[in-house]
């Protein structure tokens, strides 16, 4: 865990978070500044910075991790009309928190241009 991330601390129980999944590899929390009515991050325990330093073997937790997305678009009740998921990396790319995370999207019809 690193002290200093936000995420590793909402892990550890150190910042409160509306968890919505918890397993022994990934939790899923509600996000505090939301864009729509289901916006969900799905975040691994382990503290990997970014897709930038994802290793080969790390492969399938990001499988999981879409899929896990998938059950819980599914329990949000927004499965059928879609939904949108999103994994920032680096600065251009809009990552704010550098602790590997998928944003789960939906509820309202997004913009057909991503960007
Ligand atoms: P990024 O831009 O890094 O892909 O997304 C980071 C997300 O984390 C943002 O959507 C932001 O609202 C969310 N976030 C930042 N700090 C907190 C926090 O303390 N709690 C929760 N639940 N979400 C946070
Ligand atoms: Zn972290």
């Known amino acids: 865990m690193s002290e200093s991330c936000v995420f590793c601390r909402i ?6 978070g509306d968890f919505v999944h918890r397993d022994e590899e990934i939790v899923a ?5 939301p864009v729509a009515s289901t916006h969900i991050l799905l975040v691994p325990r382990d503290h990997i910075e970014s897709v930038q330093s994802l290793l080969p073997e790390q492969a399938d937790l990001v499988g999981r991790m879409v899929l896990r997305a998938r059950e ?7 499965a059928d009309r879609g939904y949108r998921l999103v994994v920032n990396c680096g600065s251009e790319g809009g990552q704010i928190v550098p602790h590997l995370h998928m944003h789960l999207i939906g509820g309202r019809k997004l913009d057909d241009r991503i960007g």
């Open 72 to 78: 819980l678009a599914e329990q949000e009740g927004i």
């Open 29 to 33: 929390f509600r996000d505090i500044n």
């Open 11 to 16: 892990i550890a129980g150190e910042i409160p």
